[in-house]
């Protein structure tokens, strides 16, 4: 069994597991840390952006102006944002034979692995998964294809001139397998691949394994999976929650007695403590409101907003923001919105049972009838002309890369009175904002991440006890910031193994069984004898058929009739040799007893010796050694033929016969 | 009505007899001996005022029919008549006394199984036990023997209420004792003089309850804990009860007793074993033989193998103010250990003898239960800090050096790492417990010498817990403690720099708008405690007010209180109008020319009175009048508030709320004072209160409306 690491990224996981004969590919996250080394795609003219001077090196002797800019101290690369794909290299990819998909988030790279890499598999995931994941690939093709920007900067990535750029530029690693953003129509393409399945739903992998995805807690359809065979269970733990946000509830049980756990997808905010976050979202959006600034929230368009305007809607009274309008800006705003109310059965019990009531499961539906919250596709069009400040707009991406987001950087990162509060917890908010520098508006740092931390995770484990862990490297040592804290990391018993991108584990643990059936008539014919109490064996003499993955012991057909009949003709493969098969011993032969049928017939000079197996009985008279031993009883005897039968049936005497 | 009482008495007496055990309810027989006791403390006698008690007591004696209740209710109402030396007279004569006392007679009638009766008994003996006549008749029926055998009765009240007799008996003995040796009048004994049988009695009662405790002080089995625990409350009871002979008596006789216990190291006896040590301990001179053995008991439970009990042991040392110099030095050490190892920070120096008890707190310390250890080193810093300075095993510098360095390792935001031990930073890290006891400390701390060269610091780490978003609202609470009782007690701001203070007014902003309204409310509270903060000087060697140095003056802060009187809770509304009555209290006492700001506000506090549907508001709105008119030199020249008053008074009397209405009372006082201040009443229908010829307020027993 083996564990192939495509990606270094702990929350943004893309592995390949074979086991078994299949090839099962557990995630395809897309690493998009890498768009914060591009300038900003703005939807409207930016006299700044496009005024920042080219970077030349201090020497003169590199001109890079048209690929890199130089923004408050930092260089940029002027094109289209690129992400840094899963490693492709490490296996042949047209081999996966399926790909488990755990969250939306997990399955932005798809397009890059199942187009034009000779996929021909099966992707699985829950349907809320699909359809919001879609959303935000839509998204994030729709925010590429707006602002389509000709130039491909290619230049920097050489190596020698990289090695002469500035951090972080300089440092950037593998920078020529970055991609640019996929097209509609391979992320369709991708999509038509890809099966829905419920929570607990088995699935067969050609007869070998078996695969459920299980309710893990963090987002709508969100799921850890178990990948198990009749004697061996494989848990692949991906984002997961024990908080009582929207979604189902975390599976916990069904992971217990794997032999295998793969621990992807913890939070990336170990100190921060989302209640706590949410509390300071709250109180950072009413302190500026009332000052009469304007907030800005870079999100995803799913996920953790549908949390933050559960709570506004809770707090907008308290706070007296009743008449500050709030604005959700997205190209699938409305469908993401209006998808949160109809997965009612992925949800948390208190929201599914609102379904049987007159009121949607979110709040966030009486916001928007209320006027309080409203969506629309981009600022251009309706947007303009309802724009009312001061108010709160949540929009992407949280890059500021990208969307929306940029217009309303550029727009209130004058006024000290604005504040952007960054919420999502993948990206550096002051790498995000490098190259808006210098900027006035406030910066406010709430990352909300209800994935388990460190505490939970070795609850968890302490409870479903697997015989080995698999996680990312970054889990076993503390963050480098805070090096003195040995409780955010995992300490387990045997230690987990630590995976980077580009590793290939041997998983360590060796498949000792299979199951192999056998027909009723087949075991009808058997004939089971008792070695000890409890225990009866027998001897089967049978075909093994093996057909996709299912092993069937088969009775040994006759021999062919001598005549050949009229009746109709079957294909008949040749019949395998059949020999009557030497019966089994069993059993242990006794010394004293032994020593004394010997006697009986005639044998009376025996010199036993002990060794450290069992006895070495010597008939001197005969010059004939028997070794009696644990697992065997051999008898030396030269050519004196009658002699070696006579002992053999003694021997036998105290032996069964299978 | 009490003579309707007695006249009835007879007959309540008799359907109490016939009642046997049908008594569904005891309460009304505690009301009626609730009763008698009034009766027989105001009356001339309970037997006088009620002479069908007697009869009464000596039927049910004697009736075994009587329920449980009955019986007890008849035992305690024994002891009550014969607590006067004219009723234990009448009960002797007539024989009751020695059959309702004599556990014998309930024993055989099967019914001293019975915890009712038991309590009863010894409440009744407890009643009696006030003369001479008493104890004798308790020495002479050999009392004492059951007595003893209820001090660790297996009903805790029963318990309980043995101690307390038996401390009774104790005093009593001591009482009539110290009559007999100076014959000094006593008001119970004026014509008793003490027979010699007398004090003989006292002395063997005295002897045998000094062996009674010499044999139960001393642990046998594990499964006697519970009965020991309870000895040792008996004993620091009488030990802190008895006077000096009678005390040195008991004392040399549990001693072996007790050297015994304290090698047995049992953590449970730790906390009763040092109540009993150190009540011992108090009263004594200090070159007395028995001090000095306890001195030496108390070095011992100081080297204890269990870190727990020495920590307690040197805490009970250090509250008790131990007269002993080492002995407080030393315990003084052992409750700065775990801070020292936390932070590293040298508090103790390297020669000290505690290497193996620092070693023992260190191996504690990684595990959870560091969390209490840390607690209790923190909360002894108060002690530690009212110690003489060369007494001290640190400056008191650096124990609060090390008290930051903890509060910045707890602090979840805080990337600060310990040189001491590590381990402890998982179970400490945003341990509110452990932040709120450091922050206490730290509050104390700002008392110290030479500390307020760390105020930067100390406002540095207060800013981070306002600002962190983990912080609890009760550690929020706390800071601004802290926030007010250092800038309180530094008279010079100067260090506070822009930055700092740019820091603290976003942290106060942000608090003011927290979903919790528990941390809106500290920081409101806060806002109006800052503004009584006495002045300070700024680097420009001006006088200042704290307000304006740290949140840059009422510029700030009344908005903010203008918006938490909308706050949906209503104790955060309260508060608010609380703080703007603090707030704007100077400008009212310089009579400074109101704002259209304060005029609104008057209007929203008029609002509140009439539509808050809370009371707490509204209580708040009438007290900011009160506040508002005492304050202002000369009311009638401010318009606003005459104008306000007529409102607010009718308003607030017609208030469904009491504490508004009173509240609404103490205001026209106040105006009626204001009004007529001369001290002989004008108008001839004023009531003249007792003392200050002030009108009298709502509340008073003879009050009077106006």
Redesign the interface.
């Known amino acids: 069994m083996k564990l192939y690491c495509l990606s270094g990224h702990p929350t943004l996981p893309c592995n390949v597991l074979k086991f078994k004969s299949t090839t099962v590919m557990l995630d395809c996250g897309l690493d998009t840390t890498s768009v914060l080394n591009f300038l900003p795609l703005p939807l409207v003219h930016s006299p700044r952006l496009s005024k920042l001077p080219g970077w030349v090196s201090k020497d003169g002797s590199l001109n890079l102006e048209k690929e890199l800019k130089e923004c408050a101290g930092r260089v940029f690369v002027d094109s289209q944002p690129e992400f840094c794909l899963p490693e492709r290299e490490l296996l042949d990819l047209s081999t996966i034979d399926v790909i488990l998909i755990s969250n939306y988030h997990c399955m932005m790279a798809l397009p890059y692995i199942t187009e034009h890499t000779g996929f021909t598999g099966t992707v699985y995931a829950t349907e809320p998964t699909l359809q919001i994941g879609r959303l935000l690939m839509e998204e994030l093709v729709n925010f590429m294809e707006r602002v389509p920007k000709a130039q491909s900067a290619t230049c920097w990535k050489n190596k020698e001139i990289q090695r002469m750029l500035p951090g972080p530029l300089k440092d950037a690693v593998d920078v020529w397998t970055w991609k640019r953003c996929y097209s509609m129509q391979e992320v369709n393409s991708a999509l038509s691949k890809v099966q829905l399945v419920g929570y607990s739903q088995k699935v067969e992998l050609f007869g070998a394994v078996q695969v459920s995805p299980l309710s893990s807690g963090y987002s709508l359809g969100s799921s850890n999976w178990i990948i198990q065979s009749h004697h061996e269970k494989v848990s692949y733990v991906s984002g997961s929650s024990l908080l009582t946000t929207h979604p189902q509830p975390m599976d916990q049980s069904s992971l217990k007695n794997s032999d295998v756990l793969i621990l992807t997808g913890l939070t990336q905010m170990p100190?921060?403590?989302p209640d706590?976050?949410?509390?300071?979202f709250?109180?950072?959006l009413?302190?500026t409101i009332?000052a009469g600034g304007n907030v800005l929230v870079p999100c995803y368009s799913s996920g953790v907003i549908y949390d933050l305007l559960e709570?506004l809607y809770q707090?907008i009274?308290?706070?007296?923001l009743g008449t500050t309008p709030f604005y959700f800006i997205s190209p699938v705003a409305n469908s993401s919105l209006e998808f949160s109310q109809i997965f009612a059965e992925w949800l948390c019990h208190n929201k599914q049972t609102k379904v049987y009531l007159p009121e949607p499961p979110f709040p966030h539906a009486e916001l928007i009838q209320t006027n309080k919250l409203k969506h629309y596709p981009s600022i251009h069009g309706d947007f303009s002309s309802e724009f009312r400040q001061p108010c709160v707009v949540f929009t992407g991406h949280p890059s500021l890369r990208f969307g929306d987001v940029v217009h309303f950087m550029e727009l209130w990162g004058k006024s000290s009175l604005n504040t952007v509060i960054f919420t999502e917890p993948d990206f550096s908010y002051l790498d995000a904002l490098a190259p808006y520098q210098p900027l006035a508006m406030k910066c406010v740092y709430?990352p909300i991440d209800t994935r388990l931390n460190f505490h939970q995770v070795s609850k968890l484990l302490k409870e479903v006890q697997p015989l080995h862990v698999v996680c990312p490297e970054q889990y076993t040592q503390p963050p480098l910031?805070?090096?003195?804290?040995?409780?955010l990391m995992l300490e387990l018993q045997p230690p987990p193994m630590p995976y980077r991108r580009c590793s290939v584990l041997n998983l360590p643990f060796r498949r000792r069984y299979e199951r192999v059936y056998i027909l009723p008539e087949l075991a009808n014919s058997l004939v089971p004898s008792e070695v000890k109490p409890g225990v009866s064996v027998a001897t089967v003499s049978a075909v093994l058929q093996s057909k996709d993955n299912k092993h069937t012991l088969q009775s040994v057909p006759k021999a062919p009739p001598v005549a050949p009949s009229k009746k109709r003709k079957r294909v008949m493969e040749e019949p395998p040799m059949t020999m009557a098969p030497k019966p089994l011993l069993s059993g242990a032969v006794p010394l004293e007893a032994f020593l004394a049928t010997l006697q009986k017939h005639g044998i009376t000079e025996v010199k036993v010796e002990e060794t450290a197996d069992g006895h070495i009985l010597h008939l001197q008279a005969e010059d004939t050694l028997i070794q009696l031993e644990e697992d065997g009883t051999h008898i030396v005897c030269d050519n004196n033929e009658p002699l070696r039968a006579t002992l053999r049936d003694l021997v036998l005497r105290f032996l069964q016969k299978l | 009505m009490d003579s309707q009482c007695v006249s009835i008495l007879p007959r309540v007496c008799g359907v109490l007899l016939v009642s046997g055990s049908s008594l569904p309810d005891d309460t009304s027989l505690e009301k009626l001996l609730d009763w008698f006791t009034t009766v027989a403390q105001t009356g001339p006698s309970l037997l006088e005022a009620c002479p069908c008690l007697v009869d009464f007591v000596s039927k049910v004696a004697f009736n075994y029919a009587s329920g449980s209740s009955i019986l007890s209710f008849t035992l305690k109402l024994t002891g009550l008549i014969g607590a006067s030396e004219d009723g234990f007279k009448v009960l002797k004569e007539c024989s009751v006394l020695k059959l309702v006392f004599n556990p014998q007679h309930w024993q055989e009638a099967g019914l001293w199984e019975d915890p009712c009766l038991r309590i009863g008994w010894i409440q009744g003996l407890k009643m009696i036990l006030q003369h001479s006549e008493a104890l004798s008749f308790f020495a002479q029926a050999d009392l004492i023997e059951p007595l003893l055998q209820l001090q660790t009765d297996p009903s805790l009240f029963v318990a309980s209420a043995a101690n307390q007799t038996l401390a009774q008996v104790l005093l009593l003995c001591q009482s009539l004792s110290s009559v007999g040796h100076n014959g000094s009048k006593n008001r119970d004994l004026e014509h008793n003089s003490v027979s010699m049988e007398t004090t003989q009695n006292y002395s063997g009662i005295i002897t045998k309850v000094s062996e009674y405790l010499n044999k139960s002080v001393v642990l046998k089995e594990i499964s006697q804990l519970p009965g020991s625990q309870q000895i040792l409350r008996l004993l620091a009871m009488l030990l802190v009860r008895v006077g000096p002979p009678l005390r040195d008596t008991l004392l040399l006789a549990v001693m072996n007793s007790l050297e015994e216990l304290v090698t047995t190291s049992c953590s449970q006896l730790t906390v009763p074993l040092l109540d009993v040590i150190l009540a011992a301990n108090s009263g004594l001179r200090d070159d007395c033989v028995p001090k000095q053995r306890l001195i030496r008991l108390l070095w011992a439970m100081l080297n204890m193998k269990k870190p727990d009990d020495v920590m307690q042991a040197a805490a009970a040392v250090l509250r008790s103010h131990q007269s002993d110099p080492a002995l407080s030095a030393h315990s003084a050490r052992v409750l700065l250990l775990p801070l020292d190892i936390v932070t590293g920070v040298s508090l103790l120096d390297e020669n000290s003898t505690e290497g193996e008890l620092r070693i023992l707190i260190t191996e504690q310390l990684k595990r959870k239960s560091c969390i209490s250890m840390i607690c209790v080193c923190l909360s002894n810093i108060p002690q530690i800090t009212l110690m003489a300075s060369d007494r001290l095993p640190c400056p008191q510098r650096l124990i609060v050096t090390a008290v930051l360095l903890l509060l910045r390792l707890c602090c979840?935001?805080s990337?600060s790492?310990?040189p001491g031990c590590?381990?402890v930073?998982?179970f400490i890290?945003?341990n509110s417990k452990v932040q709120k006891c450091a922050l206490e400390a730290l509050l104390v701390l700002s008392k110290s010498p030479g500390v307020k060269m760390v105020l930067v610091e100390v406002f540095k780490v207060l800013t981070e817990y306002l600002n962190?978003?983990?912080s609890d609202p009760s550690v929020l609470q706390k800071s601004y403690q802290v926030v007010i009782k250092w800038v309180g007690v530094c008279p010079d701001l100067s260090c506070i720099t822009d930055q700092l203070r740019e820091g603290f007014i976003q942290a106060v902003?942000?608090?003011?708008?927290?979903?919790?309204w528990e941390a809106r409310d500290s920081t409101v509270e806060f806002l109006g405690h800052l503004v009584e903060v006495p002045s300070c000087w700024t680097f420009t060697e001006q006088e200042t007010e704290p307000l304006d140095v740290l949140l840059g003056g009422r510029r700030f802060t009344v908005p903010l209180l203008k918006?938490a009187l909308?706050?949906?809770?209503s104790y955060v509304r309260a508060s608010s109008i609380s703080a703007l009555a603090q707030t704007l209290a100077p400008s009212w006492q310089d009579g400074t020319a109101l704002t259209q700001e304060q005029e609104d506000i008057v209007a929203q506090l008029q609002e509140v009175l009439f539509q808050d549907s809370e009371g707490f508001a509204r209580r708040a709105a009438v007290k900011y009048f009160t506040a508002w008119f005492s304050a202002c030199s000369s009311p009638s020249s401010c318009w606003l508030l005459m104008q306000s008053m007529p409102t607010v008074l009718s308003q607030g009397v017609a208030d469904l709320d009491w504490e508004v209405k009173l509240h609404t009372l103490e205001l026209a006082e106040l105006l009626l004072d204001r009004a007529f201040p001369d001290p002989s009443p004008s108008h001839s229908y004023a009531v003249m209160s007792d003392q200050d010829h002030r009108l009298p307020i709502a509340g008073h027993p003879n009050s009077c409306c106006c």
């Open positions: 100190t921060a403590n706590g976050m949410l509390g300071e709250c109180s950072n009413a302190m009332r709570c707090f009274e308290s706070a007296n709430c910031t805070q090096s003195h804290r040995s409780d | 979840v935001d990337s790492s310990s590590v381990e930073v998982r890290t945003g962190s978003p983990s902003r942000k608090r003011a708008c927290d979903t919790r918006e909308q706050d949906p809770e």
